[in-house]
């Protein structure tokens, strides 16, 4: 009785744990394979995941198959006596050539992927059109570049050409979330500036190391179907390398929008960076002053504090 009881409450839980699984919009979405949809190199690399995962159910069904059939033919059975076999040249040499089989297939399916996993396309025509750049490129070697920078606890995000030795100085950024134009091949040299980081938007491709003193690129480029309704789609991810005590708050977004909408939002970070620039100067020329009259009062009220200029407006909506 009692083991009845414990049985069904096993086959109850069971029953309860696949179902959770199953209905979990998360859990089923991508259970066996990546997140993809947000750009080519993604839904390339999930293709290869599904490729490989059903080569290894059909291994695992013929192999399961195959013992399934033999504990069950060949059970012992009264007065039976069990043929004694020593060796199978043909089978030997057919199992070693069947694995063999299956790692050049998985293989040649890699290699033909592997150059649009990492090798970026053009434009598409009514994307933005670019200037010439310096990295892993398009065949007519224009792409959007933004360089990516991982801090504690944060991405930056600079929309320049050349990240190097200071040379984006000046360009616009932006904190937390990127925005990019549709239809374009975005193009990301991606660092840190502290420790090591891990750029991830699992739906627009793989994981890449933020390595201070160092320079990794990936790229996406995002359908233009996400930039139909009004601002834009977003695309979550999430540092993925332990970086320290608020590293789970370390979110990253991009927001794919259309192309005008892009050089809009892009000409108001211009302007609202230029603003805060300005403003910051003002009140480092009031702050001289009073130190200089020596004012009791002291050099700036609370809140007037100049706070980095990004902060007012790095989260607004393109
Ligand atoms: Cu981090």
Same mark, same amino acid.
């Given at each position: 009785m009692?083991?009845?009881?414990?049985?069904?409450?096993?086959?109850?839980?069971? *029953?309860? @744990?696949?179902? $959770?699984? +199953?209905l979990?919009?998360i859990a089923?979405?991508?259970l066996?394979? /990546?997140? &993809?949809g947000g750009?080519?190199?993604?839904?390339?690399i999930d293709?290869?995941?599904?490729?490989?995962?059903a080569i290894a159910?059909?291994?695992f069904i013929?192999?399961?198959?195959v013992?399934?059939?033999?504990?069950?033919?060949?059970?012992?059975?009264?007065?039976a006596?069990?043929a004694?076999?020593?060796?199978?040249?043909?089978?030997?040499?057919?199992?070693?050539?069947?694995?063999?089989? *299956?790692? @050049?297939?998985l $293989?040649? +399916?890699?290699?033909v992927?592997l150059d649009?996993?990492?090798?970026? /396309?053009? &434009?598409?025509?009514?994307g933005?059109q670019?200037?010439d750049?310096s990295?892993r490129?398009?065949?007519?070697?224009?792409?959007?570049?933004?360089?990516?920078n991982?801090?504690?606890?944060?991405?930056?995000?600079?929309?320049?050409a050349?990240?190097?030795?200071?040379?984006?100085?000046?360009a616009?950024?932006s904190?937390?979330?990127?925005?990019?134009?549709?239809?374009t091949?975005?193009?990301?040299?991606?660092?840190?500036?502290?420790?090591?980081h891990?750029?991830?938007?699992?739906?627009?491709?793989?994981?890449?190391?933020a390595?201070?003193?160092?320079?990794?690129?990936?790229?996406?480029?995002?359908?233009g179907?996400?930039?139909t309704?009004?601002?834009?789609t977003?695309?979550?991810?999430?540092?993925?390398?332990l970086?320290?005590?608020?590293?789970?708050?370390?979110?990253?977004?991009v927001?794919?929008?259309?192309?005008?909408?892009?050089?809009?939002?892009l000409?108001?970070?211009?302007?609202?960076?230029?603003?805060?620039?300005q403003?910051?100067?003002?009140?480092?020329?009031q702050?001289?002053?009073?130190?200089?009259?020596?004012?009791p009062?002291?050099?700036a009220?609370?809140?007037?504090?100049?706070a980095?200029?990004?902060?007012?407006?790095?989260?607004q909506?393109p």
């Amino acid at each position: 009785m009692a083991s009845r009881m414990s049985r069904r409450l096993l086959l109850t839980l069971l *029953v309860v @744990v696949a179902g $959770a699984l +199953l209905l979990a919009p998360i859990a089923s979405a991508d259970l066996f394979s /990546p997140e &993809s949809g947000g750009s080519k190199n993604a839904d390339d690399i999930d293709w290869l995941y599904k490729a490989t995962f059903a080569i290894a159910l059909i291994v695992f069904i013929g192999v399961e198959g195959v013992l399934i059939y033999s504990v069950v033919k060949f059970k012992a059975r009264k007065g039976a006596v069990a043929a004694q076999i020593r060796g199978n040249t043909r089978l030997e040499i057919g199992w070693t050539v069947g694995a063999a089989v *299956v790692l @050049v297939v998985l $293989a040649t +399916l890699t290699f033909v992927k592997l150059d649009s996993i990492r090798n970026p /396309p053009d &434009s598409s025509p009514d994307g933005l059109q670019l200037a010439d750049t310096s990295r892993r490129l398009p065949p007519n070697g224009k792409a959007l570049n933004i360089c990516v920078n991982g801090q504690q606890y944060i991405w930056r995000y600079t929309y320049a050409a050349d990240c190097k030795g200071g040379k984006n100085l000046g360009a616009p950024f932006s904190y937390e979330e990127m925005v990019v134009p549709v239809n374009t091949t975005v193009t990301l040299d991606i660092e840190a500036q502290d420790v090591a980081h891990s750029w991830w938007i699992p739906k627009l491709g793989g994981k890449f190391d933020a390595i201070p003193g160092y320079t990794n690129h990936t790229w996406f480029k995002v359908p233009g179907k996400f930039a139909t309704k009004p601002g834009g789609t977003v695309f979550f991810g999430q540092c993925a390398e332990l970086c320290g005590r608020n590293h789970a708050n370390m979110t990253a977004r991009v927001r794919a929008v259309s192309v005008t909408e892009y050089q809009a939002w892009l000409e108001r970070r211009k302007a609202d960076i230029k603003a805060a620039e300005q403003a910051a100067a003002q009140q480092r020329k009031q702050l001289e002053g009073s130190t200089a009259n020596s004012n009791p009062a002291g050099p700036a009220a609370p809140g007037q504090n100049p706070a980095r200029p990004t902060d007012a407006s790095s989260t607004q909506n393109p």
